[in-house]
């Protein structure tokens, strides 16, 4: 996830910004760079890799000024380097930005730009923004205006931070969808700008956080919230309690809502740098596939626990569809209890958020002893299961400090998918066109993932009406089984309600014996091929008096006679289905805990690392 920061006052902004990008130092760095106003110029420093590297060129090369704009870089489009890295300078050298998030239409932006003779320097999709606010600027346009129409040109989620040397009293700020928040500081003739308020705490507790399809137009004294149609805005002020925790938490009540919430950015964090989205080509460096290796292997396992095994689940859908190599997914506490099959042809992936839970490892270790090939998709950099793996797919997720598992699951399960289009690709099981519709599909994500979010207020409303359970039933057939199931466990570990997963065609074979009026169901019925035998496991559910909520495709209306409530979700290609189609599984579970009064980042009896066997 990229990092944004932005000063403007009577300070020095190297100083404000450096420092707050230090503090957003946990998201790691692709590359970082800063651009302040000094006089009738922008002057940008930017470099690869760590902020290290940035601020020993500061100290050779130094800059001055009070308005300013920083960045940390996690590559989406364009691969990690110094003429990728932000902030990006119009043609014409006079507006400058720094964004998050995902263009998705920057290509058609591109050529169209290209055409009309603009020569970019980069091979980011961040580029084509700021060249498009020169052109309004240049037909008369004031920065915030520019910026506007801009906006109304991209597609896809998007913050930015903009500044102009024709404008030098103001910075502009905007965010559309769920790419990245934007935080406003408003101190005494100062005010600050920030993705996440530790980067700016300690100047000011009094934060506004724009919401999707705001700006702000922000300068020494002022800070003015509009709609993307100039008209003002609700913008509410926080007084931040000076706490690190509830500072990391910003406005959200609990870290497991921040995580939801976060997931947007997270995919685009995972996906970032290894979908080349024009030839479809997939690159996982840190997995070290040769073509000898992948054509060795004819046997994989996937070995987890809890949530992270559930990913693994769907990651058997994946890669034996796209991939046709056989694989065997089971408990890492399990997977230790006998004595598998395994040899030098065998690959063993663990899925870890942590990389240091114990049954996982002892699992990898016992792999490793008999001559697997490990692999690992881990979240936590530098963690054990990274450190023992032949290969492994960070997830870039971020931190994730809530008990309950949200985003490392998603990324995962888009870890997964991208792992099984490069296993397809080198096993010749995926034709280029095919791989180039896949990485087409997969760029949608973050924005399927951030409308999921937009129903937040249903999923709130739902929990009203069923906190007071006291069992759950969650079905789903093919791909979507293991997100059943995930369900099921967001449910039972927050909110201590007796919540269970299940292959929706297994219910005949007795479950559906437990079926009754007090037995909420909630099936996953959206549009794929399994959707006429799902709407037949919901017709014999209600048959029996039991409660049924299914979980529906935007535009299905027939579903409404069949359920006692249907939550939608948009429209998703059936192998990323599942990363859209948890979404409301994990809200829907976080609001009845809330609305129970549980302790939802730190449920009782457990750990966010379970370290013991
Ligand atoms: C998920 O919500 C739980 N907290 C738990 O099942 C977790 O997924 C499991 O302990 C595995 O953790 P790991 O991914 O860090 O290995």
């Known amino acids: 996830m990229c990092g944004i920061v932005g000063y403007i006052g009577p300070r020095q902004a190297p100083a404000v910004v450096m420092g ?57 489009h364009g691969a990690p380097s110094q003429r990728n890295a932000h902030p990006h300078l119009s043609m014409d050298g006079r507006v400058v930005l720094v964004h998050n998030g995902i263009v998705e239409n920057f290509q058609s932006l591109r050529d169209e730009l290209m055409a009309e003779g603009v020569a970019f320097r980069s091979e980011t999709d961040t580029e084509v923004i700021v060249q498009l606010v020169e052109r309004y600027m240049a037909g008369g346009l004031p920065l915030e205006e520019a910026a506007r129409q801009t906006l109304r040109q991209l597609e896809g989620a998007n913050a930015v931070v903009l500044m102009s040397v024709d404008q030098p009293d103001r910075l502009v700020c905007a965010r559309v969808g769920n790419a990245g928040g934007i935080a406003l500081g408003l101190g005494e003739g100062e005010m600050f700008i920030a993705s996440d308020i530790p980067a700016i705490l300690e100047y000011t507790r009094r934060i506004i956080f724009l919401e999707s399809k705001q700006m702000a137009v922000v300068s020494a004294d002022d800070t003015l919230v509009t709609d993307l149609d100039g008209r003002p805005a609700r913008a509410e002020l926080h007084t931040i309690a000076w706490d690190p925790v509830s500072a990391v938490k910003g406005e959200y009540k609990h870290f497991m809502q921040k995580e939801i919430f976060e997931q947007p950015r997270a995919l685009i964090d995972t996906l970032g740098g ?19 290796l992948v054509a060795r292997i004819d046997k994989l396992f996937i070995v987890a626990c809890g949530t992270s095994y559930y990913a693994g689940l769907v990651g058997k859908y994946l890669i034996e569809t796209l991939a046709r190599l056989p694989v065997e997914v089971e408990y890492a506490s399990e997977f230790r209890t006998y004595n598998p099959i395994i040899n030098e042809r065998t690959a063993v992936l663990t899925i870890t958020q942590s990389g240091e839970t114990a049954d996982t490892l002892a699992a990898a270790e016992q792999a490793r002893a008999q001559g697997a090939t490990l692999w690992s998709i881990v979240n936590a950099i530098g963690s054990q299961s990274m450190r023992l793996s032949d290969g492994h797919i960070a997830m870039h997720a971020g931190p994730e400090i809530g008990v309950a598992s949200t985003k490392a699951f998603t990324t995962s399960l888009a870890d997964l998918y991208l792992l099984a289009c490069a296993l397809g690709t080198m096993r010749g099981t995926i034709s280029p066109a095919q791989m180039r519709q896949l990485a087409a599909d997969v760029a949608h994500l973050p924005a399927l993932v951030g409308r999921a979010l937009e129903r937040d207020a249903e999923y709130q409303a739902l929990a009203e009406r069923f906190h007071r359970a006291h069992n759950f039933l969650f079905l789903g057939r093919g791909i979507n089984y293991p997100i059943a199931m995930e369900g099921a466990l967001k449910l039972k570990e927050i909110s201590y309600i007796h919540a269970e997963g299940y292959p929706a065609g297994e219910m005949k074979h007795g479950p559906i014996a437990l079926i009754d009026e007090s037995m909420p169901v909630l099936a996953i019925v959206t549009k794929d091929a399994l959707y006429d035998k799902m709407i037949s496991q919901v017709q014999q559910a209600r048959a029996r008096g039991g409660v049924v909520i299914a979980l529906a495709t935007e535009g299905d209306e027939a579903i409404r006679s069949e359920a006692d409530v249907v939550i939608y979700v948009p429209a998703a290609p059936p192998l990323l ?35 013991v066997e």
């Open 20 to 76: 707050g990008l230090k503090r957003l130092e946990y998201r790691g760095y692709d590359s970082a760079g800063i651009a302040v106003l000094s006089g009738d110029a922008i002057d940008i420093r930017r470099d690869v890799g760590k902020l290290g590297n940035l601020e020993a060129l500061l100290a050779r090369e130094p800059l001055a000024g009070q308005v300013g704009i920083g960045h940390t870089r996690w590559a989406t």
């Open 577 to 611: 289905a599942p990363i859209v189609n948890v979404v409301p599984l994990q809200l829907l579970s976080y609001h009845i805990a809330v609305r129970r009064g549980a302790d939802v980042d730190q449920p009782r009896n457990l750990a966010k690392s379970v370290t």
């Open 274 to 292: 290894r979908v080349n989205f024009e030839t479809g080509c997939v690159e996982l460096p840190e997995m070290k596939l040769t073509p000898e």
